[in-house]
């Protein structure tokens, strides 16, 4: 596990793999539902989806003051 702080490379290897889950996923017909098995594509997007909120949090807690005040305004839509 890494440290909080070294978390938004680890996001970005998250997402490509994610894309590619949801590729593959749909070229083999899998839906990309709350109730698709493990062991496919689906499951894994699945999987991913649901620690994503963990790990972003994470991220936020951990995130310079400065940058902290940067997303809580992005994330209310102030710029």
């Known amino acids: ?3 909080g ?3 938004l490379g680890v996001l970005y290897v998250v997402d490509s793999i994610s ?3 949801q590729e593959q996923a ?3 017909g899998q839906d990309i ?3 698709t098995d493990d062991g496919t594509f689906a ?3 699945r999987h991913i989806t649901s620690v994503l909120p963990s790990l972003l949090n994470d991220i936020i807690q ?3 003051d400065a940058q902290k005040v940067i997303n809580l305004k992005q994330s209310k839509g102030e710029r």
Do not use: E
Request: a positive charge.
């Open 1 to 3: 596990m890494s440290p």
């Open 5 to 7: 702080t070294h978390k």
């Open 19 to 21: 894309r590619m889950y």
């Open 26 to 28: 749909r070229r083999h």
């Open 33 to 35: 539902s709350t109730t």
């Open 43 to 45: 499951g894994g997007l």
């Open 62 to 64: 951990h995130a310079p």
